[in-house]
């Protein structure tokens, strides 16, 4: 029997089993569900998760116990109409609505028309607990959390490898900085297993010691999803890591016990990888404005050198001994010119004295007696002038001064 033949056979069995349509069959579990008096005006009460508020004012969460969950839409005129509280996962309630099939997702889903709280859920009453405690110990404090490197060289990543959050930041740090190193630490995000996971894969980076920051990231989810980042071990592993950390834990509007004990929150995984590297346009920036700012540091350092050189050279030429060694050289000349001056004077004065006495002593010059017939005597012996004869004796030599010359002579006879 060929294939064809088998399923002819094949397709008259379904035509009389009745085989039923997935379209065929959602509508008949919708209107078993709905035409149910029961479920059509019921209360139903549990723990608040997984909220979301879209823009359209339609409010989508998900009504928890311990094993059970069960889908709730709250549409806007609903919530409009029933004055209800604003929803937020945590929050312990009661809802009162129906309970339909939503043939397009298959799944069964209540639709509230009222709300009550019931105060703080049990998840929500363990987070308060802990987040008062660690806040007590001064977890919380920014005087204790560290600023990011301004150009961090290695990044470590603590996420899990399949998370769509981890393809998100390496799309991101690519862009920014395609030279950005970046050691990834993998781990579980979610489960029972997973607090303990997420503390050795951020002490295994401390060990690694390479990372100039963290980033502990995970995806957006409910809250029993992120409740490994409410842990307390988790906590004080960051808190106690040697490198900052930055957390991008679930969607904006998400908060955990991490995201307070973190040295910055970031609101996504892709804010946090924004947060963490710095874009290489925005460094080539910074570097251009820090060239231009040093440059105009330069000129005005220059500048300032400049007129202070100016103004040592006005000191120096004011103290300059050239000033004073040229008044000094005039000085020396007007002394010398007055110093020949008076030199000449005194040589003249001098000159006319001595022609005074020369004449004077003319006057009294034995010459002029010689020249008048007289002669000057000496003895030759000691050149003792003779006036009287007992000064020589016979054999004395005696020198006779003329005015035309002298004569010696021996003494022979008295």
């Excluded at 089993?17 to 479920?39: F, I, Q």
């Excluded at 020369?358 to 017939?373: D, E």
Aim: aromatic letters at 6%; a negative charge; one cysteine or more.
């Amino acid at each position: 029997m060929d294939s064809q033949d088998q399923g002819y056979l094949f397709q008259r069995e379904i035509d009389e089993l009745h085989v039923l349509s997935v379209n065929e069959l959602a509508v008949y579990l919708r209107t078993l569900l709905e035409y149910n008096d029961l479920l059509q005006n019921l209360w139903v009460q549990g723990e608040v998760s997984n909220c979301k508020t879209y823009p359209s004012g339609h409010c989508y969460f998900t009504l928890k116990e311990s094993d059970a969950q069960l889908s709730c839409v709250f549409f806007k005129n609903a919530r409009l109409r029933s004055g209800a509280p604003e929803l937020r996962d945590g929050m312990a309630v009661a809802v009162n609505g129906s309970i339909s099939f939503y043939e397009r997702d298959g799944k069964l889903q209540c639709y509230v028309d009222s709300v009550k709280s019931l105060g703080a859920g049990v998840l929500f009453k363990r987070f308060e607990e802990l987040k008062a405690q660690l806040r007590a110990e001064g977890l919380f404090e920014e005087t204790r959390k560290r600023s990011l490197p301004a150009q961090p060289l290695t990044l470590g990543i603590v996420t899990s490898p399949q998370a769509a959050a981890l393809r998100d930041m390496l799309r991101v740090l690519r862009m920014r900085n395609p030279l950005i190193r970046v050691l990834f630490s993998p781990t579980l995000v979610q489960g029972g297993e997973a607090p303990a996971a997420i503390v050795a894969a951020i002490d295994l980076l401390n060990e690694h010691g390479e990372a100039d920051v963290i980033i502990v990231a995970r995806g957006g989810g409910s809250i029993e999803e992120l409740w490994a980042f409410n842990d307390e071990a988790v906590a004080r592993a960051i808190a106690g890591s040697r490198i900052p950390i930055i957390t991008g834990i679930g969607h904006e509007t998400d908060f955990t016990i991490a995201d307070f004990v973190a040295d910055y929150r970031a609101s996504t995984p892709t804010a946090a990888a924004t947060a963490a590297v710095p874009a290489i346009a925005d460094l080539y920036t910074s570097i251009q404005e820090q060239r231009i700012q040093l440059e105009a540091l330069m000129h005005d350092y220059l500048d300032d050198l400049h007129a202070q050189v100016k103004q040592h050279v006005v000191e120096l030429e004011h103290l300059s001994p050239i000033n004073t060694i040229e008044r000094r050289r005039q000085q020396l000349d007007d002394l010398s010119e007055r110093l020949h001056t008076h030199m000449e004077h005194l040589v003249t004065l001098r000159r006319e004295r001595l022609r005074g006495l020369s004449l004077r002593l003319h006057a009294l010059s034995p010459l002029l007696t010689i020249a008048r017939g007289y002669a000057i005597v000496r003895k030759s012996s000691d050149q003792t002038v003779i006036t009287q004869v007992q000064q020589v004796q016979v054999g004395d030599k005696v020198h006779i001064q003329l005015q035309d010359g002298s004569l010696r002579a021996e003494i022979t006879s008295d």
